[in-house]
Protein backbone atom coordinates (compact mmCIF):
# COMPACT_ATOMS: atom_id res chain seq x y z
CA UNK A 1 0.00 0.00 0.00
CA UNK A 2 1.35 3.33 -0.93
CA UNK A 3 -0.42 7.02 0.47
CA UNK A 4 0.45 10.02 -1.15
CA UNK A 5 -0.55 13.15 0.51
CA UNK A 6 -1.65 15.52 -2.29
CA UNK A 7 -1.52 19.31 -0.32
CA UNK A 8 -3.15 21.33 -3.38
CA UNK A 9 -6.51 19.40 -3.32
CA UNK A 10 -6.36 18.34 -0.11
CA UNK A 11 -6.87 15.07 -0.76
CA UNK A 12 -4.74 11.53 -0.28
CA UNK A 13 -4.00 9.14 -3.18
CA UNK A 14 -3.87 5.65 -1.77
CA UNK A 15 -2.29 3.09 -4.06
CA UNK A 16 -3.19 -0.67 -3.02
CA UNK A 17 -0.74 -3.23 -5.97
CA UNK A 18 -2.34 -1.61 -9.67
CA UNK A 19 -5.23 -0.06 -8.18
CA UNK A 20 -5.85 3.54 -6.65
CA UNK A 21 -8.46 5.78 -4.76
CA UNK A 22 -7.79 8.98 -4.06
CA UNK A 23 -9.80 10.84 -0.90
CA UNK A 24 -10.52 13.81 -0.95
CA UNK A 25 -11.05 16.03 3.12
CA UNK A 26 -12.89 19.21 3.79
CA UNK A 27 -9.56 20.58 5.82
CA UNK A 28 -6.26 20.66 5.62
CA UNK A 29 -4.76 16.90 6.49
CA UNK A 30 -1.66 17.50 9.48
CA UNK A 31 0.51 14.65 8.26
CA UNK A 32 2.59 15.27 11.39
CA UNK A 33 -0.18 14.70 13.58
CA UNK A 34 -1.21 11.84 10.85
CA UNK A 35 2.12 9.84 11.80
CA UNK A 36 2.09 10.62 15.53
CA UNK A 37 -1.52 8.88 15.88
CA UNK A 38 -0.18 5.63 13.80
CA UNK A 39 2.89 5.63 15.73
CA UNK A 40 0.92 5.65 19.02
CA UNK A 41 -1.64 3.13 17.96
CA UNK A 42 1.36 0.89 16.87
CA UNK A 43 3.27 1.37 20.23
CA UNK A 44 -0.05 0.24 21.53
CA UNK A 45 -0.55 -2.92 19.71
CA UNK A 46 3.38 -3.87 19.71
CA UNK A 47 2.34 -3.56 23.65
CA UNK A 48 -0.58 -6.02 23.66
CA UNK A 49 0.98 -8.47 21.46
CA UNK A 50 3.96 -8.68 23.80
CA UNK A 51 1.80 -9.49 26.70
CA UNK A 52 -0.09 -12.06 24.39
CA UNK A 53 3.30 -13.92 22.98
CA UNK A 54 4.02 -13.94 26.91
CA UNK A 55 0.89 -15.53 28.01
CA UNK A 56 0.60 -17.95 25.45
CA UNK A 57 4.68 -19.05 26.01
CA UNK A 58 3.40 -19.89 29.37
CA UNK A 59 2.87 -23.66 29.34
CA UNK A 60 0.82 -23.22 32.96
CA UNK A 61 -1.63 -20.65 31.02
CA UNK A 62 -2.02 -23.44 28.12
CA UNK A 63 -2.76 -26.54 30.67
CA UNK A 64 -4.71 -24.67 32.76
CA UNK A 65 -6.68 -22.00 31.03
CA UNK A 66 -10.08 -23.33 29.23
CA UNK A 67 -9.42 -24.14 25.75
CA UNK A 68 -11.74 -20.94 24.53
CA UNK A 69 -9.88 -18.57 26.63
CA UNK A 70 -6.64 -19.56 25.15
CA UNK A 71 -7.92 -19.69 21.35
CA UNK A 72 -9.35 -16.32 22.46
CA UNK A 73 -5.98 -15.33 23.12
CA UNK A 74 -4.52 -16.55 20.36
CA UNK A 75 -7.54 -15.11 17.99
CA UNK A 76 -6.13 -11.72 19.67
CA UNK A 77 -3.03 -12.05 18.46
CA UNK A 78 -3.68 -12.91 14.95
CA UNK A 79 -5.80 -9.57 14.98
CA UNK A 80 -3.43 -7.88 16.81
CA UNK A 81 -0.73 -8.94 14.12
CA UNK A 82 -3.02 -8.52 11.13
CA UNK A 83 -3.51 -4.86 11.80
CA UNK A 84 -0.17 -3.61 12.79
CA UNK A 85 0.87 -4.99 9.79
CA UNK A 86 -1.44 -2.64 7.81
CA UNK A 87 -0.73 0.51 10.28
CA UNK A 88 2.94 -0.30 9.76
CA UNK A 89 2.54 -0.29 6.24
CA UNK A 90 0.55 3.13 6.16
CA UNK A 91 2.99 4.62 8.89
CA UNK A 92 6.07 3.59 6.01
CA UNK A 93 3.91 5.09 3.37
CA UNK A 94 3.23 8.34 4.93
CA UNK A 95 6.32 9.05 6.98
CA UNK A 96 8.20 9.12 3.56
Do not use: C, W
Not at 3 to 11: D, E, N, Q, V
Not at 35 to 49: F, G, H, P, Q, T
Not at 71 to 81: A, R
Amino acid sequence: MYIHLRSPKKGVNIIVGVESVTLFFDKDVNLSEQILKISNKIKNLDSKVLILVKKLENKSFIKNAPKSIVQKEKNSLTQYNTELKKLNSIFNSIKN
